[in-house]
């Protein structure tokens, strides 16, 4: 069973692919409450900028290890036109209390804008599988590359991510 565990864990930690361009699907939140650190937003406020969607829940060890890294990369790339987008999809019940996504986001340092996903409408949209996922977007709104799995400053799937978003930071508007 335990060789099950790690065959499974190596082969979601080790997933990136690129993607045909398609849209990023329009927010399903839409609600103030909704929202951490933002009014609700929708995909056309995001259009000129790349965007990383970060699928993630705080109860996930994967996901809360990776935030010192993508905290790090906010700061890197706090000049350009970069945006980070959280969309807490909750695994367990006590997930879905706002007021816990609240505090985590507080612990953990986010300040970019956060959806609740309660309902895993957003999740569904996006095809998603998996904690944390992490949904690379070019200026004109396509999903270009997804990646997945806990992610640290400096490994290898961290820099790739990086240059994939210096990649389409450089393509134009």
Known sequence: MRMLLLAVMLVTTAR???VDPGP????????????FNSA??????LRGQVVLVDIWTFGCWNCYRSFPWLNALEQRLSGE???VIGIHSPEFAHEKDPARVSAKIAEFGLHHPVM?????????ALGNRYWPAY??????????HVHVGETHEGD???VEIERQIRALLAEPS
């Open 16 to 18: 990136a692919e690129a």
């Open 135 to 144: 949904y690379l977007v070019d200026r004109r709104g396509s999903i270009r």
């Open 24 to 35: 990023l699907p329009e927010f399903t939140n839409r609600s103030d409450e909704g929202w």
């Open 81 to 83: 036109d970069f945006r």
């Open 116 to 124: 609740l996903d309660n309902d895993f409408a957003y999740w569904r």
């Open 40 to 45: 609700p937003l929708v995909v056309d406020d």
């Open 156 to 158: 290898a799937r961290a």
